[in-house]
């Protein structure tokens, strides 16, 4: 069992590091050191290497030294933002995934900060039944639930929701459309299966909306608030679960 003060091994830092501070598919110096001393400032901590130029130094080894300033809940702090930074391209990287993943589920209960709210259960289950004769729905929806669970990679999540719905609907219509160019599709969809043009109108006009959602946090390097991210969930699932009903009826 672990103590609260337990401490983030040296071996898991220098993991960490050598990750975020690879010359090739890490943060750059200057990026680095400029989160670096931001979080010095937030947490009044000296760091050990302020400046990287003319050090002789690399960037792993930067890195390694200033993290092992903070205190352990700082350190997770900080080591989830890295992981987590706008810099990187949205396709996560094999190394990053299983950082996180790591981080997350040895050191998680270093996190100061508030769990996220809780999904609704009783819909995801039902939903996830309902996507059964849907296999590459279903894993993505269930990618983006494990996602949440870690409290990793928000924008990934978001995009596999949108996928996962997609998906559902190029089986549902025979199409391979995109989400986008599947709306008018939907509303007669709804209104063939005797749903009121007042149901299929606000069902249309919430996936408009959605769509825009989505790509403005997905194809635009924005920061998702994660405060929204339980009602995107929520949403996703309501429209998967009716639709999947509705193709039954």
Known sequence: MRIP?????????????????DTNKGLSG???????????????????????????INKRTVLLRNIEAF???????????LVRHS????????EREELIHRLVTRYGHLD????????????IEETK???????????LYEKALQKYELQTYERNLLDDLRLALELLLKSLFSSNKSLENQIT????????????SEFANMFVKLLDYYCKYQNNYIKHDDAVIEEEIEFVMEIT??????LVRLAGS
């Open 5 to 21: 003060d337990e401490k983030i091994p040296l071996a898991f830092l220098q993991y960490a590091a050598d990750i975020l501070g």
């Open 30 to 56: 200057t990026k680095l050191m400029k989160e670096l001393n931001g979080y010095a400032v937030e947490y009044d901590v000296h760091l050990p290497v302020p400046r990287l130029e003319g050090t002789g």
């Open 71 to 81: 205190s352990p809940s700082q350190q997770y702090v900080i080591l989830k933002a």
């Open 87 to 94: 810099s990187f391209s949205l396709l996560i990287s094999a």
């Open 112 to 123: 100061p900060h508030d769990a996220p709210a809780e999904v609704n259960l009783a819909l």
């Open 129 to 139: 039944h309902w996507l059964d004769g849907y296999p590459q729905s279903l894993d």
């Open 185 to 196: 599709n939907i509303g007669q969809f709804i209104k063939d299966r005797k749903g009121s």
């Open 237 to 242: 699932s309501s429209f998967m679960k009716h």
